[in-house]
């Protein structure tokens, strides 16, 4: 057996350094009645605010950053339909080289115009009848291009802990922080910032209730496999955690709790009525599970990472008629 080198917190540093100048230092967001309704004070590290939309812009651009100069010439590849898809597609073309992202042929076409947008190559696939993973490494392999994986990938890994380091860097210790959970690239990275920077710190990681196969993982001790959850948080639908973010999960994350679709949207109403915030549905799996968790709250200074705002328009007003 391979011992995989995890990444460390001076990964996390190394990473903030690469993304200076290129990625957006958000905003962290409070709500005076929040605070009043869980008797906490409330912190938001808006990344719904980052560009193209989601924290995933932190994990792509410090991936590609550490190209060599052959990567470069290559280019990357990725297999995403979401924001993965993006953050690689606008740090490729930041950095001056080709992407090509695989896509099922039944992607959204905004999602498919907005990477196309950013320049990057699309390659459809047909989701039932071919595996894009094959197509993926294929590509790789004839073009010489790079694959990255949208979660388990320590540069990926790291980028995303730059969210948390800020939100530290701006507010100071907290005592609990909650961050969402697909994959586990962002609570990882968010778990190697929160143990450098406020050790005492309660850190949760917050998943669809129809696919808890993070929960199910964090308590059995082995990576967990599970089929694609039908949840409305499509930034969480993974099957499984990493073989890299898993064990940084399983040591420096205090428990996985999880939040139904209902919840969701009503977080989601929340932010947009008294945050002014348009916050995607697993952007908001955070605030959902803080409102569950409440009496562990009282008195104390809690983050709360939003991961992404990017949600089909029509689709929102459609959640917000619920
Ligand atoms: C990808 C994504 C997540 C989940 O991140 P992982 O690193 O896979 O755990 C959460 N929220 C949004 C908006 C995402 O795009």
């Known amino acids: ?18 993304l200076e100048g290129y990625a957006n230092r958000t905003p962290v967001n409070t709500s005076r009645t929040l605070d009043e309704r869980l008797g906490a004070k409330v912190f938001f590290k808006c990344e719904n605010f980052q560009r193209m939309g989601a924290f995933k812009f932190r994990g792509a651009f410090n991936a590609l950053s550490k190209f060599t100069p052959e990567q470069r010439k290559g280019g990357v590849v990725a297999f995403s339909s979401g924001n993965h898809a993006q953050g690689i597609a606008l740090s490729a073309k930041l950095l001056g080289m080709p992407a090509t992202i695989v896509m099922p042929q039944d992607a959204p076409a905004l999602k498919v115009a907005a990477t196309k947008g950013y320049g990057a190559t699309v390659v459809m696939y047909d989701r039932y009848k071919e595996d894009r993973e094959a197509i993926g490494r294929d590509l790789a392999e004839k073009h010489g291009m790079t694959l990255i994986p949208p979660y388990d990938h320590p540069d990926v890994m790291a980028g995303q802990g730059t969210a948390a380091r800020e939100l530290f860097d701006e507010v100071g210790p907290l005592d609990v922080l909650l961050a969402p959970l697909g994959g586990g690239g962002l609570l990882s990275g968010t778990a190697l910032a929160t143990r450098a920077l406020a050790p005492q710190c309660r850190l949760y990681g917050v998943e669809p209730e129809a696919g808890n196969d993070g929960q199910q993982s964090f308590h059995s001790g082995a990576i967990v496999h599970i089929d694609t959850p039908k949840t409305i948080a499509d930034g969480a639908q993974t099957q499984h955690l990493g073989q890299y973010t898993f064990p940084i999960i399983r040591r420096d994350v205090n428990d996985i709790l999880t939040a139904s679709d209902a919840q ?3 977080a989601m109403r929340f932010f947009a009525e008294r945050m002014k915030m348009i916050v995607e549905p697993t952007g908001a799996l955070g605030l959902a599970a803080a409102q569950q968790i409440q009496d562990q709250l009282k008195g104390k200074r809690v983050g709360i990472i939003i991961s992404g705002g990017n949600v089909d328009i029509s689709w929102f007003c459609e959640l917000m008629g619920r």
């Open 1 to 18: 057996m391979t011992t995989l080198q995890l990444p460390t917190y001076a990964d996390v540093e190394a990473a903030a350094k690469r």
């Open 264 to 266: 969701l949207v009503e």
